[in-house]
């Protein structure tokens, strides 16, 4: 009896490991680059905590976002420059405890042109506090 409960506990600890389960944090993440690559504004800019900060890092528009109307036209700029898009997700690691959550991705945005990112959200409890979006233009992914 006392092996088979061992052998279940091991299995259990195993799948808890699997990238195949997203926590809450990592969830959050994967819907908001959805709706970054749907072009999605509205969906975009209310993920936002009141005082959260965008680190753009590379390209036409480098620079540190820290209001609502500016980080809102950032991404109108990205929108309107991507056209339609796709997004690839190639990696994505959550880090999580009871004061938030930190998920970095690397994604390939597929629009008009092919924006390689490295993706890093800080959320807490449940908005978007703080933002690096750093092109990688180099990425092998």
Request: charged share 15%; hydrophobic share 45%.
């Given at each position: 009896m006392?092996?088979?409960?061992?052998?279940?506990t091991?299995?259990?600890?195993?799948?808890?490991?699997?990238?195949?389960?997203?926590?809450?944090?990592?969830?959050?993440?994967?819907?908001?680059?959805?709706?970054?690559?749907g072009?999605?504004?509205?969906?975009?800019?209310?993920?936002?905590?009141?005082?959260?900060?965008?680190?753009?890092?590379?390209?036409?528009?480098?620079?540190?976002?820290?209001?609502?109307?500016?980080?809102?036209?950032?991404?109108?700029?990205?929108?309107?420059?991507?056209?339609?898009?796709?997004?690839?997700i190639?990696t994505?690691?959550?880090?999580?405890?009871?004061?938030?959550?930190?998920v970095?991705?690397?994604?390939?945005f597929?629009?008009?042109?092919?924006?390689?990112?490295?993706?890093?959200?800080?959320?807490?409890?449940?908005?978007?506090?703080d933002?690096?979006?750093?092109?990688?233009?180099?990425?092998?992914?």
């Amino acid at each position: 009896m006392r092996l088979s409960t061992l052998a279940a506990t091991l299995v259990l600890v195993a799948a808890s490991g699997s990238a195949a389960l997203a926590g809450p944090t990592e969830d959050l993440a994967k819907s908001r680059i959805a709706a970054i690559a749907g072009g999605n504004l509205a969906t975009v800019t209310a993920a936002y905590g009141p005082a959260a900060t965008l680190h753009w890092v590379g390209g036409p528009l480098d620079g540190t976002y820290s209001q609502p109307g500016k980080i809102k036209e950032v991404w109108s700029k990205f929108f309107a420059a991507q056209g339609a898009q796709k997004a690839t997700i190639a990696t994505a690691v959550e880090a999580a405890n009871p004061k938030g959550g930190t998920v970095t991705a690397d994604v390939t945005f597929s629009g008009k042109n092919a924006v390689k990112v490295r993706y890093v959200l800080l959320y807490r409890d449940g908005k978007l506090v703080d933002e690096i979006w750093q092109v990688n233009p180099a990425a092998t992914y």
